[in-house]
Nanobody, 127 residues
């Protein structure tokens, strides 16, 4: 499944952005797996940001964004969202969505081994 993100941009510290992610082709199987957001800052490894179960009832967050970011999904449109509030300069990164998680991380219990990825959308937070 090809994923397409949107909503990135430049924002001042303390501001908000809402990212969206949708598959280029709607497939029924896309909605049956957990989806998530990851980010990669310059010169850093990609890191987990948030994930949501296929039902939408379970959500998972990295400690660094807990309380500031909210992940949600529209199953009808196979669309994933990430509402980002109280943004900090350290949130600056390319944010990518991922779909079709095939397992769970043994340490954290979070969805893992995502099989589909988007190209990413850049988020820049100025101080």
């Amino acid at each position: 499944v090809q994923l397409i993100e949107s909503g990135g941009g430049l924002v001042q510290a303390g501001g908000s952005l809402r990212l969206s992610c949708a598959p280029s082709e709607h497939t029924a199987s896309s909605s049956k797996y957990a989806m998530g957001w990851f980010r990669q800052a310059p010169s850093k490894e990609r890191e987990f940001v948030a994930a949501i179960s296929w039902s939408g009832l379970n959500t998972y967050y990295a400690d660094s964004v807990k309380g500031r970011f909210t992940i949600s999904r529209e199953k009808a449109n196979y669309t994933l969202f990430l509402q980002m509030n109280a943004l900090k300069p350290e949130d600056t990164a390319v944010y990518s969505c991922a779909a079709e998680a095939s397992s769970f991380d043994l340490d954290t219990g979070f969805p893992a081994n995502f099989r589909s990825w988007g190209q990413g959308t850049r988020v820049t937070v100025s101080s």
